[in-house]
């Protein structure tokens, strides 16, 4: 062995001491018995190296079984209850002051621990154990060591190749360098070298320990980070990582025309400060024609009265005059009692039995019950007496003037029941007093449903609800 | 290397010789008795042979499952050319050998159906699926009775021929000693794992799943696998343990068999578990009605959710406990328990699937007056007795005078030797 290394050696105390005996057989079968001969002869700090695995060397060598399984089912389990805890924490407890779970509902499962938990734990007990097995056998074999002075043995280098080797430790109680050295030659050692280890730069580096040191400190930086941003706001914007999705270079509905000029001298993309574009002059969207006044607005073509208020001079389609006209006319003074006279002053002649294509049928009705169930009852209730939900609880509020509210009306009401089926589809589509339009919600074939179930329901008979009923003038 | 043993029989006794003479007939009277008993209760009972059919149908599905269990063994062994089971191959290869004449045991459920019995299968009938569901009309074609019998008469001629292969050869090669009969079986083990594997899953559908035909359930062939070859691992070792107690094949079946074989039984026994778990949590998760009554009678119904629960503890978690530890996987005394209990529990796997079909409808409602837990110890017992007891007269009637293990197969020396770590 060579001791010629550049560092100074210490002052005191030995270059190098034998730490074993290492004997070299030429078979395994030799060392086999060899180990048997050691284990014998009650060595017991000594171990066998061989380019390969050989069976049955652990009993030879007098080796107990490794307690490593033992390890590994305890950390198993330790993953096991790890997992769960982790999860009923971050799924069931949501009280905590500080770093609380999240309670989260997903398709109405339990939140407490459930067979949805068990793949999570599954797989954290596989994990949990093939580290503790991988790890555990570094621990158990004292692994990893960075040196062993059999590797500045030359001869030793054959354990990886076609040489068997057995070496007894220096500190083993039965060890003496002569006795051992002439069992060896007995037990059938083709070669036999002492061990030495080399005492000198046995100091860790300065450097690794300052690096270990910073290394620790480092590992400190995330957890306060982390807990530094559990307590904090920030206002910085966020970051944007697709930015041309987050920011599209376009316009939408209802927005004004881009200013491409500067603050100072605005340029503006279209004169008429909108973004979007309106229908070229004479055309209509497929779908928009609607032409036919019976259908679509459920008065005789053509008996529309002027409108009060010109429309825009960009020409007006007849839909939109619809729109706005007869229930402009909710001012107009209730003269004539339109409940003996059918006639409604400023408001087209109202057809008074539904308009083809538009078909009465028993799935008509229950299509017109269904949608008034939906949309008409919460205010006008089921039967049509002006006590909906909505209704009851906004009178409640207005009792003690917390909301202003002007009671639903009654279907069965003597105003309403007068009127033509065509009247109480324009009420639909575009609301009245405080009714608002449900033209955009309900299709037309709908709305035409609906005003033929109102139509049934007042055949049914039902009275007025007293309370419920509003005062009777001046509405119609 | 040193303590080599020779590869040759040593043992004085390998064959069952004058235990033929007895089993036989002691098991043809046991099953006789037992299967008898089981249908006499059963007509004095309300349920009547609709009863006998389920009991009878639970016992028929447990030992197939174990036969097909063991035929998957010594397919596996000859794919992967694995040495260590030789010395126990061949207790598996009669339990294989006996899916053949299995199929005279399955003509009392056969016969019902070809003449239009629903006392099983309730979709034996016509127009089922346009009454139940028209959605399930591809369902209905394939669960006809005479496709039912054509695959059923299938399975068993390809089961039977693949176990009289390996069981032919091997035991030609116990006279001759030709190695390339080892090499023939290496060769068609490839292609019979296959088919085995495809028949086994169409097998399951039509034996035990289509007894609530609305269910889908893609991963019950698994269980069913599952299930069936850690049966048949146990019946394996615990012939082998009670063969060699009565003296025969002494010196071949070391410890270290039954220790890989314990260590086979632990991994299917966690195998079993985490398909049937794995068919819940989908199932469960999933929450579709078409899947859910399966699973919801067995929880719902209150005696069920007990047996469903028991089946979870005593299936899963008590045999994965118990046969983990090393020393008491190399314990015979306790091997014999362990697979005791196994086979038991197997039993109880197959009465779990097949009973619930008997107290519930097609959609999983209850039915009136067949509800509860409907373990019988006068009809399920003396069913489940019997029918084992006709198992081992098969077992011994194939077995006869003919050698229980290969005596001349070219890895027997290494079996022999075969150490674990």
Not at chain 1, 124 to 134: E, G, K, N, P, Q
Not at chain 1, 253 to 267: F, L, R, W
Not at chain 2, 296 to 305: E, G, K, V
């Amino acid at each position: 062995m060579a001791h010629s290394h550049s560092k100074q050696p210490k002052p005191a105390g030995p270059k190098s001491k034998t730490i074993g005996l290492l004997a070299q057989f030429d078979d395994p079968d030799s060392l086999v018995a060899a180990c048997e001969r050691a284990r014998d002869a009650g060595y017991e700090k000594f171990d066998a190296y061989s380019p390969f695995p050989v069976h049955g060397i652990d009993p030879a060598m007098g080796i107990r079984r490794t307690r490593l399984p033992f390890f590994v089912l305890a950390i198993g389990l330790t993953g096991c209850l790890v997992a769960l805890a982790m999860q009923y924490y971050t799924n069931a407890m949501d009280w905590t002051k500080i770093f609380p779970g999240y309670a989260f509902y997903i398709s109405g499962k339990p939140l407490e621990i459930s067979p949805a938990n068990i793949p999570v734990t599954f797989e954290v007990i596989i994990l949990s154990s093939a580290f503790a097995t991988f790890f555990g056998m570094w621990i158990f074999n004292r692994l990893p060591q960075f040196a062993n002075p059999l590797h500045r043995i030359d001869r030793f280098r054959r354990a990886t190749n076609d040489r068997f080797f057995l070496m007894v430790n220096a500190d083993d109680s039965k060890y003496d360098a002569n006795r051992t050295r002439q069992q060896f030659e007995e037990w059938g050692a083709t070669a036999i070298e002492n061990v030495d280890m080399d005492l000198t730069d046995q100091e860790i580096p300065k450097f690794f320990k300052l690096a270990g040191i910073v290394g620790l400190f480092l590992l400190l930086v995330p957890p306060v980070m982390i807990f530094r941003a559990y307590g904090s706001t920030n206002r910085a914007p966020r970051l944007h990582v697709v930015p041309d999705m987050d920011w599209q270079d376009k316009y939408k509905a209802q927005q004004t025309s881009p200013n491409i000029g500067t603050d100072k001298e605005p340029v503006y993309l279209y004169a008429d400060d909108r973004a979007m574009r309106a229908p070229v002059a004479g055309t209509i969207a497929r779908g928009d024609l609607q032409e036919d006044d019976r259908y679509y607005r459920g008065y005789e073509p053509g008996t529309l009265p002027p409108p009060a208020q010109p429309v825009a001079a960009d020409g007006s389609s007849a839909s939109f005059v619809s729109t706005s006209g007869p229930s402009a006319q909710d001012s107009a003074p209730a003269a004539q009692d339109p409940a003996t006279t059918g006639q409604y002053p400023g408001e087209p002649d109202w057809i008074e039995t539904v308009p083809s294509p538009f078909v009465v049928s028993e799935t008509a009705i229950a299509r017109g019950k269904q949608r008034f169930e939906i949309y008409c009852s919460v205010c006008h209730g089921y039967d049509g007496n002006g006590n909906g939900l909505v209704n009851k609880r906004a009178l409640a509020l207005a009792a003690t003037g917390q909301a202003q509210w002007t009671t639903a009306k009654s279907l069965h009401d003597p105003t309403v029941k007068v009127q033509p089926i065509g009247r109480i589809f324009d009420t639909i589509s575009n609301g009245r007093n405080s009714m608002g339009p449900y033209k955009a919600q309900i299709p037309v074939e709908d709305r035409w449903a609906i005003a033929l179930y109102v139509k049934a329901l007042q055949e049914t008979g039902i009275q007025p609800a007293a309370g419920a009923a509003p005062p009777a003038a001046p509405q119609q | 290397m040193h303590n080599t043993r020779p590869a040759r029989i040593t043992s004085p006794l390998i064959s069952l010789s004058q235990g033929y003479v007895k089993l036989v007939p002691l098991g043809l009277l046991v099953g006789a008795i037992g299967i008898g008993m089981a249908f006499l209760f059963s007509a004095a009972a309300s349920g009547g042979y609709r009863r006998f059919s389920f009991a009878y149908l639970t016992n028929f599905s447990f030992l197939l499952s174990i036969s097909l269990g063991c035929l998957f063994f010594v397919i596996v062994q000859h794919l992967t050319k694995a040495a260590w089971g030789v010395t126990v191959r061949r207790i598996a290869e009669i339990f294989a050998m006996c899916t053949l004449p299995l199929a005279v045991l399955f003509l009392p459920i056969l016969i019902p159906v070809v003449r239009g019995s629903t006392d099983l299968y309730p979709w034996n009938v016509a127009n089922w699926a346009r009454d139940n569901s028209p959605l399930l009309q591809v369902k209905f074609d394939y669960l006809k009775w005479y496709w039912f019998a054509a695959r059923w008469a299938a399975y068993f001629a390809i089961w039977g021929f693949f176990a009289w292969n390996f069981l032919g050869k091997s035991l030609k090669q116990d006279e001759t000693g030709d190695t390339k009969l080892t090499l023939k079986m290496q060769a068609s083990s490839t292609w019979m794992m296959i088919i085995f594997a495809a028949t086994l899953v169409f097998a399951s559908f039509d034996l035990e799943m289509s007894l609530s035909p609305l269910w889908f359930s893609t991963m019950f062939p698994v269980y069913f696998f599952a299930g069936g070859v850690l049966g048949g691992l146990a019946a394996m070792t615990l012939t082998a343990l009670l063969l060699q107690r009565s003296g025969r094949i002494t010196d071949e079946i070391t410890v270290d068999q039954y220790h890989d074989l314990a260590k086979l039984m632990f991994g299917f026994t966690f195998f079993w578990g985490y398909i049937a778990f794995s068919q819940f949590l989908l199932i469960w998760y999933a929450n579709i009605p078409e899947e859910t009554f399966w699973y919801r009678f067995r929880f719902w119904d209150a005696a069920w959710a007990k047996a469903s629960w028991a089946l979870l503890i005593f299936h899963l978690i008590i045999p994965f406990l118990g046969l983990m530890a090393r020393t008491v996987r190399r314990n015979k005394t306790y091997l014999l328990f362990a697979t005791i209990y196994l086979l038991c529990i197997h039993w109880y796997d197959h009465f779990w699937i097949v009973m619930p079909q008997y107290g519930s409808g097609i959609h999983g409602e209850p039915i009136d007056g067949a509800g509860g837990f409907p373990f019988s110890w006068a009809i399920d017992f003396p069913c489940a007795i019997g029918m084992v007891g006709l198992y081992v007269a098969l077992f011994a009637w194939i077995a006869g005078d003919r050698p229980l293990v290969p005596k001349q197969d070219p890895r027997l020396g290494e079996s022999l030797n075969h150490v674990n770590p």
